[in-house]
């Protein structure tokens, strides 16, 4: 198993772009989870999918953060605009019926 | 709200000097306390479960305890290579997310 994949590793912008970041879950895992990492307040949980469908996006910082989940195999974070204080790494974590969430590598965002 | 707070925030350990990280937290109905390794650079790697206070799970050099109130994560005899950061998360009952504390950051020293 390739374990959780996320796409880009790094991405550098400019302020007032768009952003996406993708993740594909663990095949045969059911929910998704999307966090965000800062030295300042650590691991936040920005939303998470269950059978694809979003059930808690109260941790989405503004209404400049969005998020999919087309199908089980296929998750995309987008930030629009983007600004400098959403410079952080973002974190995919897949679970299955199991309690344990796997995650992926992250993606380190800069937005200048 | 549910509360998970580590301590210390870093360690710095000499090769072979054994210590205990701690994870406090409160929360309702707690359905498994967990505990991450989480390399610079990388995402969080998963380490243990822990289901019911009086429960412990060890492997190699780390060793995870719960009581109700608490976990530690007791590292005996370290190595450099565990030189990492720990992160500790809480999930309550149901299908809920898992809350993080913020984290210790280990550091040994040979």
């Known amino acids: 198993d390739a374990g959780v994949i996320q796409s880009p590793r790094h991405e550098v912008t400019e302020m007032g772009q768009e952003v996406t970041l993708r993740c594909k879950p663990i095949s045969g895992h059911n929910s998704l989870f999307w966090y965000r990492q800062t030295m300042m307040r650590g691991l936040e949980l920005l939303i998470y999918f269950n059978n694809n469908v979003p059930i808690d996006d109260s941790g989405m910082p503004e209404d400049r953060f969005s998020a999919k989940m087309p199908n089980a195999s296929f998750s995309t974070l987008k930030i629009q605009p983007s600004e400098p204080r959403d410079s952080a790494v973002y974190f995919c974590a897949s679970r299955g019926d199991a309690f344990e969430q796997f995650f992926g590598p992250g993606t380190r965002l800069t937005v200048l | ?110």
């Open chain 2, 1 to 110: 709200e549910d509360q998970v707070t580590q301590s210390p925030e870093a360690l710095r350990l000499q090769e072979g000097e054994s210590s205990s990280l701690n994870c406090s937290y409160t929360v309702s109905g707690l359905r498994g306390l967990f505990w991450y390794r989480q390399d610079p650079g990388k995402g969080p790697e998963f380490l243990f479960t822990l289901y019911s206070a009086g429960e412990e799970k060890e492997k190699e050099r780390l060793k995870a305890t719960l009581t109700k109130k608490e976990s530690f994560l007791h590292i005996t005899a370290p190595k450099p290579e565990d030189s990492a950061t720990y992160l500790c998360a809480v999930q309550k009952s149901g299908n809920t997310p898992l809350v993080f504390g913020k984290g210790t950051r280990l550091s040994v020293i040979a």
